[in-house]
Nanobody
Framework: QLQLVESGGGLVQPGGSLRLSCSFS????????IGWFRQAPGKEREGIGC????????HYADSVKGRFTISRDSKKSTVYLQMNSLKPEDTGIYYC?????????????????WGQGTQVTVSS
């Protein structure tokens, strides 16, 4: 059974950095593209980036391009979201998901497997 667990969220000041982790348990980690999503209060869940199954390419939303980087470690079955130059509008619950495609900005409806989310708050 595939399970995803996010960690690394917290409170950070504007301009700061955080690294989120998405731990994958189950078989076939290297077969799954992984997407990162976030949901701000009162807003719909949006895709912010994804990484291909082997980590050879990734895609990002324009709002995070140049600030966020997704990577993966097959030995640890973990995907990371490095977030730099954080802004208050980056606040939200961050989710990782598996089972969808990474042909562009990820769409929530394409991903059947989700973690429980981790809260990121950017505030002074």
């Amino acid at each position: 059974q595939l399970q995803l667990v996010e960690s690394g969220g917290g409170l950070v000041q504007p301009g700061g950095s955080l690294r989120l982790s998405c731990s994958f348990s189950g078989f076939g980690f290297d077969a799954y593209p992984i997407g990162w999503f976030r949901q701000a209060p009162g807003k719909e869940r949006e895709g912010i980036g994804c990484i291909s199954s082997r980590g050879s390419f990734s895609h990002y939303a324009d709002s995070v391009k140049g600030r966020f980087t997704i990577s993966r470690d097959s030995k640890k079955s973990t995907v990371y979201l490095q977030m730099n130059s954080l802004k208050p509008e980056d606040t939200g619950i961050y989710y990782c998901a598996a089972g969808g495609s990474c042909s562009g900005r990820p769409l929530p409806g394409d991903y059947p497997h989700w973690g429980q989310g981790t809260q990121v708050t950017v505030s002074s």
